[in-house]
């Protein structure tokens, strides 16, 4: 089944900088790319996704890109504000399984 | 408004007293899922719903289980609740059984077991 690693478990940035948090997957079946953002205290809520026919997509501050060939996707988030600080979780859907999540990124930005 | 909605939000049971918690969605969704989010493993399925009465086993079904009589109900039973079963649980929904459209995720349920 899908196997998907995240990377890093913790990342910490000052405001403005720019964050990027990095996803592996394991079945190159895998078509659907999503990301989650959980804010302290909260639900997971999408914040954006991508299917495997584009390369990259963008809104806004947040992008996340797609390297099919390698199995990697990116969440990339420029011009960090605090509101960003949250747990962001990937994961990926192969149709053969479920959809199955990374472990998670507490990312922090630092005023 | 559109949710789904989890109850209780937050439980201290013992161990070995039966519990259920509820979970219900108002948008006609027909995929239902649990899950249980443990701190530094993310958030890992326990059991899901592609439809009325159709369930499966999600990773980490061990101590569970669940029904899905109607289209909007889809309670987590815990029979015999141990300890390591303390954690924050969600449940979530989606529109067709593809995993491939968004999850809607109720707001958690905060359970301990003594």
């Known amino acids: 089944g899908e196997n998907v690693e995240q990377h890093p478990s913790t990342l910490s940035v000052q405001e403005g900088d720019s964050a990027v948090i990095k996803c592996t997957y394991s079945?190159?079946?895998?078509?659907?790319f999503p990301w989650y953002k959980q804010e302290l205290g909260k639900r997971p809520q999408l914040i954006i996704d991508?299917?495997?026919?584009?390369g990259e997509k963008k809104d806004q501050r947040i992008a996340v890109t797609l390297n099919k060939t390698a199995k990697h996707f990116s969440l990339h988030i420029t011009e960090t504000q605090p509101e960003d600080s949250a747990v962001y979780f990937c994961?990926?859907?192969?149709?053969?399984?479920?959809?199955?999540f990374g472990k998670g990124t507490r990312l922090s930005v630092i005023a | 408004e559109a949710q789904v909605t989890q109850n209780p939000r937050y439980l201290i049971t013992v161990t070995g007293k039966k519990l259920t918690v509820t979970c219900s969605q108002n948008?006609?969704?027909?995929?239902m899922s649990w899950y249980r989010q443990d701190p530094g493993l993310g958030l890992r399925q326990i059991y899901y719903?592609?439809?009325?009465?159709?369930?499966d086993k999600g990773d980490v079904p061990e101590g569970y289980k669940v029904s899905r009589k109607e289209k909007r109900n889809f309670p987590l039973i815990l029979e015999s609740p141990s300890p390591n079963q303390t954690s924050l649980y969600f449940c979530?929904?989606?529109?067709?059984?593809?995993?491939?459209?968004?999850?809607?995720f109720g707001a958690g349920s905060r359970l301990t077991v003594l």
């Open positions: 948008m006609n969704h027909e995929y």
């Open positions: 719903s592609m439809n009325v009465e159709v369930t």
């Open positions: 994961a990926a859907y192969s149709g053969n399984t479920p959809l199955v």
């Open positions: 079945d190159s079946a895998s078509n659907y």
């Open positions: 979530a929904s989606s529109l067709w059984p593809s995993g491939a459209n968004v999850l809607t």
């Open positions: 991508i299917r495997s026919n584009v």
